[in-house]
């Protein structure tokens, strides 16, 4: 079943008057390849709804309408890396003409058939998104990607002012497009923010952020006027131009660009577009839109306006431009025909092929001190043996972090290396999305693990996802720093004693590490940064508050928790205390100096345990759980996370997963917010209950 805007094409086209011999030569103009790159997007649509209805297509949301971005792609260079909204066929087409040995109607038909050989996700995802094209994948459709594309600019001029090599030239430029829809999303609003902050402080910071404004997000209409009123004049050159009409947006797209290249610094240039065929296959756009308002928009398809253009001057005949857009259909339907035959993901082993996490030799460097000086050291090692290792976040600079875990970095290793950011986890986050890509290995702090949740996506969609949607062509390793958890003695109340990882943990392919003394801690981040460097490894470095300046574990003044070992820390291998021969108290973080004094106590009434210490929340470390429980037989987990969604739950069932069939309890902290003052010590789990719930496993 043909589309109405297809048949509005050919009906308008044969209309058209014929101008042959009164205009240009197409030699002298470019529009004759945009309009070939725009043909190729619009059938890909076409095809793309056809596949669904077969049953051989799973994604439609197409870019017709949005064709004159084309325009924009001529306007840069295609080693400029690009992270382009989610109707950017035209883009990517015109971009892979500039690319020698490039298919891209193939590329995108593989990526609507779901078939392994698509160039960026191997059929995992239809995004757009190609390495030989500086293409970089995107993973959402909310603006998530916008705080990414301003780090990526920070990094490129970044290791241009340290010497350090880039995958892009000095002189390139980063574009980021987005929906007006997306225009509104915190975290678009946060990144473009960010990037008038450096502005304004004239730091370089060369990204051309493009708006492609078709005045509606799925149903939802964006007011008239809205994009400009509040980007125009707001701390950044701000362009604008018609891109359903190539005089326009040709030249303007080519100044934003030249305008960004030159002066190293950030533009917002606003195409105003028209959304033709709906949001996507699925969408009925009669159920928010009267029929008159979908038809007056066929008047602005910037195919037609095209054709319009060449047959005014003389370029093709209408004749000829229905030529073309049978023969274009022709093309594509051969693409489409080649997809869907190749062949397609068949196993959870080949898809998961782009998480899997190799072992890495991680160099260790003895520490002393506390948790706070053994972090310190570690960063300071991880700073002078690689010379991409950034650290950044709020007060970690000049101040040296709120708690003093970062103190004296920034005097050793300079503002390039070591800096504080905006007072936004998004942007912070983002930074180090991007300068990862650049080559970087950030190591970024979030203050506090309540604040991480404002920014989760981050994680979550952006992240942890690149190197499964790029099938392991792009990574963005990383090592985010959260201080976090409780047992501040009721200080601060909730949001400087979240107790909850639950978001964290099911996130595939990311590393968990919750360290509790400074040995393990310095251990475990020399082995997130292998991992980190070896593999792109995403890895969330979790610091208990409480125990970074703890010297003491059984008495004022033993210095029973500074540093004694100098071991390495595996990823996924726990640490054991003891070896007693009735139970198994497995813990981590605070939860380990406290189950270490309850198994002292419970020697003294004859009850031999050990405690091992988990270390790793993911992955967790299975085998030594096994192994210990199977040699006490009795297993007693002491989560301080809550009690539902809270780690225990994790252990409990590898655990039963793994054929231990003991005796096993837990006891966490409840269900609650941690309340202020000595409230808290209500609702967090605390040794009595870890002795009580050890005694009667033992002698019930």
């Not at 949005?66 to 971009?95: K, Q």
């Not at 699925?282 to 159920?287: C, L, P, R």
């Not at 970062?406 to 504080?420: E, I, N």
Request: glycine share 10%; hydrophobic share 40%.
């Amino acid at each position: 079943m043909s589309e109405p805007i297809d048949e509005h094409f050919t009906r308008t086209v044969q209309a058209l008057s014929s101008s042959r011999g009164t205009g240009n030569s197409a030699s002298d103009l470019p529009f004759l390849d945009l309009f070939d790159a725009q043909l190729g997007s619009r059938h890909v649509d076409l095809i793309a709804r056809e596949l669904g209805s077969r049953g051989q297509g799973f994604y439609s949301i197409g870019s017709s309408g949005h064709e004159g971005n084309a325009a924009v792609a001529v306007a840069l260079r295609p080693t400029d890396p690009a992270l382009l909204h989610y109707r950017s066929g035209a883009f990517y087409i015109a971009r892979a003409r500039q690319v020698t040995g490039t298919n891209p109607l193939l590329d995108m038909t593989l990526g609507i058939a779901a078939a392994t050989d698509e160039p960026i996700s191997g059929g995992r995802h239809k995004v757009f998104g190609n390495a030989q094209l500086s293409i970089i994948p995107l993973t959402s459709t909310i603006a998530s990607h916008l705080p990414r594309a301003v780090g990526l600019a920070l990094g490129m001029q970044r290791a241009a002012k340290l010497g350090l090599p880039s995958p892009w030239p000095k002189d390139a430029i980063v574009l980021c497009g987005f929906g007006d829809a997306s225009a509104n999303h915190s975290t678009a609003l946060g990144a473009l923010n960010a990037a008038r902050h450096c502005a304004y402080q004239r730091l370089p910071l060369p990204v051309l952020f493009v708006c492609e404004d078709n005045g509606i997000g799925i149903s939802v209409r964006t007011p008239p006027g809205w994009i400009e009123e509040a980007h125009s004049g707001a701390g950044m050159k701000y362009f604008s131009a018609d891109a359903t009409d190539l005089t326009s947006v040709v030249p303007i797209a080519a100044e934003a660009a030249a305008w960004v290249r030159t002066n190293r610094a950030p533009a917002f240039l606003h195409l105003r577009t028209v959304r033709l065929m709906g949001h996507a296959g699925s969408d009925v756009e009669s159920a928010y839109r009267t029929p008159g308002e979908i038809t007056a928009d066929y008047s602005l398809d910037p195919l037609v306006k095209t054709a319009s253009l060449l047959v005014s001057q003389g370029i093709l005949t209408p004749a000829e431009v229905l030529e073309r857009y049978e023969a274009k259909r022709t093309e594509v339907r051969a693409a489409a025909g080649t997809a869907v035959s190749r062949p397609k993901l068949t196993s959870a082993k080949e898809i998961m092929a782009p998480l899997t996490t190799s072992t890495v030799d991680a160099p260790f460097v003895p520490v002393s001190g506390t948790l706070a000086q053994g972090i310190n050291q570690a960063l300071t090692g991880i700073l002078s043996s690689d010379p991409g290792a950034l650290v950044f976040g709020e007060d970690v600079g000049r101040k040296g972090g709120v708690y003093g875990v970062t103190r004296g970095l920034h005097k050793k290793f300079g503002s390039a290396r070591v800096f504080d950011t905006v007072l936004d986890e998004q942007s912070i986050l983002g930074t180090a999305l991007g300068t990862s890509l650049v080559g970087f290995l950030p190591i970024p702090e979030i203050q506090y693990l309540a604040y991480v949740h404002n920014a989760l996506d981050q994680i979550r969609g952006e992240a942890s996802t690149m190197r499964f949607f790029s099938n392991d062509q792009y990574r963005n390793p990383m090592i985010v720093r959260i201080a976090g958890l409780s047992y501040q003695k009721g200080f601060g109340g909730h949001f400087h004693n979240d107790n909850s990882i639950a978001a964290l943990r099911d996130i595939p392919g990311v590393v968990i590490a919750a360290p509790a003394r400074a040995d393990d801690a310095a251990a475990m981040l020399y082995t997130c940064a292998a991992a980190a460097r070896t593999d792109g490894q995403v890895c969330v470095f979790l610091e208990p508050i409480a125990l970074y300046h703890t010297r003491d574990l059984y008495e004022p003044g033993d210095n029973g928790w500074l540093a004694s070992s100098s071991e390495s820390a595996p990823l996924g291998t726990a640490r054991i205390y003891g070896s007693g021969k009735d139970l198994t108290i497995v813990s981590f973080a605070n939860g380990v100096p406290m189950s270490l004094r309850v198994a002292r106590r419970l020697a003294a009434q004859g009850i031999n345990a050990r405690v091992l210490d988990l270390r790793w929340l993911s992955p967790l470390p299975v085998a030594d759980l096994l192994t210990h429980a199977g040699e006490t037989g009795r297993v007693l987990v002491a989560d301080e996370t809550r009690r539902t969604g809270g780690v225990s739950e994790g252990v409990f069932t590898a655990l039963l997963d793994g054929g231990y069939r003991g005796a096993l309890r837990r006891v966490t902290s409840e269900d609650c917010f941690i309340p202020l003052g000595p409230a808290a010590n209500h609702v967090l789990l605390d040794e009595d209950a870890i002795e009580k719930a050890a005694l009667d496993l033992v002698t019930g």
